[in-house]
């Protein structure tokens, strides 16, 4: 994997590494932790240099204090839960790091009450939580996370991913995920590095790369929705309200968001309609107003760029575009579905 | 029966499996570990004693350990004595030739341990001697165990090696195996019997109660 990837995290915040799987996420995941000795490169954090092929520097895992957590919890299966949590602080070239506050990193993840209990008898999400207790015991300058929701029912991974959020904010950990699950990449990361065969194409704000693409195989890898920050501003009988740029849209969701929430709300662009002239009364429930910015051809099907106060991408047959005689500038309704509206929480 | 005999032969047996714990999980765990790709020939010198016979064996160690060679004269200048036809030349003899009945279950053994939790504990700031002694020698509390059987087991069953480099003397080199020998030879079969029989029960019991403590739940620490 050729990863040209130089990208400030701050404190508490997470990247997001996503790409197919088999890109060589795992791989570069493994390298930065000191696992794997890659044949060429630089890796180097906080001013640190880890890894640097050209001068003949390797710093061993053990000195890189990195928290590493993978799909698998491999807790050590013949001590407790306690003892694997504080496996690491005991050892060791641990003396000159900030000293965790265990009792509350436990606390936050819930674990505290399975201490005396043997990683079998675990459920899979409980042992996930312990691993992460574990990694972030040490208190890491940084914590890897190698899908570690992965093998978890949603539920539970939902319930998780809020979890590790509070806990990097709580303890200051900057912390990179790799993932192939654009839902995961939304609902946790702050910042997006998008690897597309074999190669970070590009790096930034997780809004910033949903809405701007660098190019089309970018775009293509994170799919055809738009991804539009919001925020829930009301809710009743099965119908959420949220503003989008200030424009409100109406989303049957099932499950009950409060208003205030933060949320992307993400919409595909085959499932956004054009309508010309007076409105024309259906079960649409959103009826935008919107000024086509540019047209561009993808085979017999039309990109139609739209500005409805924020961008949103409308496919349509180029019949329908000569029947509307659509033309940049042209003032359009784009109409939407409540139901074809699709909320990622953010917390 | 011949006790002095069976002592020494029991003697003998605890001594090699010491000698063999000490030395024999270095070199598993250095096979285990090690990332050199000509360790395949430590492996097969490790495994020589399985299909070489004890005479050779016997030969070598004779040779090696004896007046002529440089090993056996600096033993001689410190101890006084030579090695050959002594307990220590045959503890010597023992533990090579049990090697690979310590050697195997304990690599084994290492190598099954899931390399994540090496890698987990590395990552966790334990050294590679720390996690070995923290992660992996707990996790292979079944190898270990069968090594340390084995190697008593064959020990005190062997008798061309023993014969080689001990000899044949009372309360020194006659073991268990020679005095069994000893005795057919002298057409004494009763008491060839009571000591076969008694060996043949030993060795039994030892062999049973192993695989029975590997199936119970107290030393069961793999998920």
Partial sequence: MDAALDIAIDAGAMLVVFGPSGAGKTTLLRQIAGLDRPARARIAVGGEVWCDTAAGVWVPPQRRRVGVVFQQPTLFPHLTVGDNIRFGIAGPGRGSGPSPNVAGIAALLGVEALEKRHPRELSGGQAQRVALARALATGPRLLLLDEPFAALDAPTRARLRRDVRALLHATGTPAILVTHDRGEALAIGDLLAVVVEGRVRQTGAIADVFGRPADAEVAASLGVEAVLPARIVGAAAGIVDVAVEGVVLHVAERDPLAPGTQVYACIRAEDVTLETGSAITASTRNHLGATVVSISSEGPIDRVALDCGFPLDALITRRSRDELRLAAGARVTAAVKATSIHLVPRD | ?223
């Fill in chain 2, 1 to 223: 029966m011949d006790w002095t005999a069976l002592w020494l032969s029991v003697r003998l047996a605890a001594a090699t499996t010491m000698v063999l714990l000490i030395v024999g999980v270095p070199v598993a765990y250095w096979i285990v570990f090690s990332p050199r790709r000509w360790k395949f020939l430590v492996e097969a010198v490790v495994a020589l004693p399985l299909v070489l016979p004890p005479t050779v064996l016997g030969f070598y160690v004779l040779i090696a350990i004896g007046p002529l060679s440089p090993v056996g004269r600096a033993y001689a200048r410190l101890a006084g004595h030579g090695l050959p036809f002594t307990f220590q030349g045959l503890l010597i003899a023992s533990v090579l030739y049990s090697l690979p009945f310590a050697v195997q279950p304990f690599s084994a053994e290492f190598a099954s341990v899931d390399r994540r939790l090496l890698e987990a504990s590395w990552s966790l700031g334990v050294s590679r001697l720390a996690t070995f002694r923290r992660v992996v020698i707990p996790l292979s509390v079944r190898g270990l165990v069968t090594g340390i059987v084995l190697s008593f087991a064959h020990t005190l069953g062997e008798f061309g090696v023993v014969l080689m480099v001990g000899g044949n003397l009372p309360g020194t080199t006659r073991t268990v195996s020679i005095s069994i020998y000893d005795a057919v030879q002298a057409l004494d079969y009763a008491a060839a019997w009571r000591t076969s029989l008694l060996l043949l029960v030993v060795s039994f019991a030892i062999l049973a109660a192993t695989y029975a403590l590997q199936r119970s739940v107290w030393i069961k620490t793999r998920v």
